[in-house]
């Protein structure tokens, strides 16, 4: 049977199967708002219904500027199953670069939060596509001051052509509700890479794309979701759609938490207490970010329901793996993804035999960024030859599979990240185990050349981030006249605690090369991040460039 992957059918399976279990989110004031898929899903055609009734036809681009919370995850549903494409905005952009994406999507709607439009304001004026604005109040959703809102009482912009969402929805002519023909090579989400260089580049995907994405984060050995779970997606919805983490829980029926704003270490903790969450999931710093606040009072916090917690986005330290699991019986399940991979590529969970092994042998293999999903290919390439899996070789790493991308959005002519014969040029650069397993020991333009050898910086901050006054290291080459390069360690120590450069050097001593320790170790109150999360590297390897310009 011929029989399309597209969304609308994840939400007419959720809306006759899942219609009692349970979605709820944290509001602007902090309060918990719950409700169930069925009065979200029935919000989602009355925003469908509505998008139609603004003029939003099949192909057009609808932005969305927006936390997690429930109207975003009915945005989610309700635009792809109008056969429009659902463009999440990153809020910690630039406006600058905000306005550039926009103009570059051709966004004709924006749905924004009532509490961003501040920030739509600063480029606002920069847009050239935008024709009408829907709002989002910060009450909770359903609550009757819908239509008599000042949607911009707090921002003094003009009213016209801002529509409140509560009596949009409310507007809804029902009767009028139509179910395009959606075929499973549409468009159905747009999302633009999170890159520190160059301008930002769209990503989109498929129906199909999403589809075959969600079905395998349902898998036994990828992240096994199910109805029984209750998912909290900490990666924002504006990134790689939460990890797609939305579009898998309506596949399958399990209950969403939607965090907001509040993603620091106690409120992530006390989401997944409340709400008795099974499975999260987010970057490393949110996690070191929670261990910190689970020590302070071992035992002390009910974390019976969880039994994973995803990571992805950096590498997973395998000391905090180590602690969460030996500390607080929490599994932790690493992760590998990209913009241009939907996100997930690969995922490592234990092989047989190592879930009887030592602790060290369990946490060095869960440190590994795990293997390929099904259909998710995999090659390790160096000077235009594929490397062996054996380990040992370091290659960049090539993906292909049915969600990764073809090529960028509006982007002409053939882009070097694509090879000749098909695969997506990672920029990552790794080991391939002889189990298929892969191993990322750094980002290409992220790995230190000293004197001719290859220095992987991860493994030093791996390393670094094992010692307990440390908080958080970040490593960076920076130009050296003898060596080319030199890696520099860039520390935060923990609260109350210390330690000298000469602590940390003796402390790497055992693990490295001699020529691998960094000569310099610098203290920060804090480290970078880049609009995701991530260490922004490129600010520290511009501040710190002129180090040995004496030497
Ligand atoms: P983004 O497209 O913003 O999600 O960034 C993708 C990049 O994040 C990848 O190319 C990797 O460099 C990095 N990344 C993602 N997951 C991991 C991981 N588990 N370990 C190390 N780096 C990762």
Redesign the pocket.
């Known amino acids: 049977m011929d029989f399309p992957l597209v969304v609308p059918a994840l939400v007419r399976r959720a809306r006759t199967l899942f219609g009692h279990r349970p979605v709820s989110g944290r509001r602007p004031d902090r309060s918990i708002a719950r409700t169930t898929y069925a009065s979200v899903l029935e919000r989602t055609r009355r925003l469908s219904t509505a998008l139609a009734g603004l003029g939003v036809a099949p192909g057009d681009r609808v932005a969305t500027l927006a936390w997690a919370s429930q109207e975003h995850l009915e945005a989610y549903l309700a635009i792809p199953s109008i056969g429009a494409v659902l463009h999440t905005l990153n809020l910690r952009l630039h406006p600058d670069d905000l306005a550039y994406i926009v103009n570059d999507a051709r966004d004709r709607i924006l749905i924004v939060d009532e509490s961003l439009l501040p920030l739509f304001e600063k480029f606002r004026a920069q847009t050239t596509t935008i024709e009408q604005v829907v709002v989002i109040p910060s009450a909770a959703a359903g609550s009757d001051a819908g239509d008599a809102r000042d949607v911009t009482a707090n921002t003094g912009a003009p009213a016209h052509g801002f529509l409140d969402y509560e009596a949009l929805l409310a507007s809804a002519d029902l009767s009028a509700h139509l179910e395009p023909v959606i075929r499973e090579d549409d468009a159905a989400v747009l999302c633009y ?2 890159g520190t260089t160059g301008r930002p580049k769209g990503v989109l995907y498929s129906h199909r794309s999403i589809v075959l994405h969600s079905f395998s984060q349902g898998i036994a050995d990828s992240l096994g979701i199910g109805e029984r779970d209750v998912l909290l997606p900490i990666v924002p919805m504006f ?2 759609n939460a990890w797609g983490l939305p579009f898998t829980g309506v596949l399958f029926g399990a209950g969403q938490v939607l965090p907001g704003r509040y993603l620091d270490g106690a409120s992530v903790l006390d989401l997944i207490v409340r709400e008795r969450v099974t499975l999260t999931a987010g970057v490393p710093t949110v996690w070191l970010a929670m261990l910190q606040e689970l020590d302070k009072n071992p035992g002390g916090h009910d974390l019976s329901a969880l039994r994973t917690i995803a ?6 330290p395998a000391s905090m793996i180590r602690a969460y699991q030996e500390r607080h019986h929490l599994r932790i399940v ?7 991979v939907t ?1 997930l590529g690969t995922v490592c969970n234990l092989p047989a035999g190592l879930e009887a092994a030592p602790l060290d042998e369990q946490v060095r293999y869960r440190a590994r ?1 795990g293997k390929p999903l099904p259909f998710v290919e995999v090659r390790g390439v160096a000077d235009g030859v594929e490397v062996p899996w054996d380990g040992q070789t370091m290659g960049e790493l090539e993906v292909r599979g049915p969600w990764v991308a073809r090529q960028y959005y509006n982007v002409e002519g053939h882009d070097s990240r694509f090879s000749d014969d098909g695969w997506f040029r ?3 650069v790794v080991l391939i185990h002889p189990d298929g397993c892969v191993e ?1 020991t750094d ?1 290409a333009k992220d790995l230190v050349k000293s004197g001719g050898e290859w220095i992987s910086s ?1 493994a030093l901050e791996n390393a670094l981030m094992a010692h307990p006054a440390v908080a958080e290291a970040a490593v960076v080459a920076v130009p050296h006249p003898t060596w080319d390069e030199r890696p520099l360690a860039v520390v935060v120590l923990r609260a109350g605690a210390q330690a000298t450069a000469d602590d940390l050097r003796e402390f790497l001593a055992p693990s490295f090369a001699k020529w691998w320790l960094p000569d310099r170790i610098e203290f920060a109150v804090e480290i970078p991040r880049t609009s ?1 999360g ?1 260490f922004r590297k490129s600010v520290l390897r511009e501040q710190y460039k002129g180090l040995y310009a004496d030497d």
Do not use: F, N, Y
């Open positions: 890479t999170s990134h790689v990571i992805g986005g950096s590498a997973a690493h992760a590998w993804g990209m913009t241009e996100p960024q990672t920029g990552d990322l980002r991860v995701v991530k």
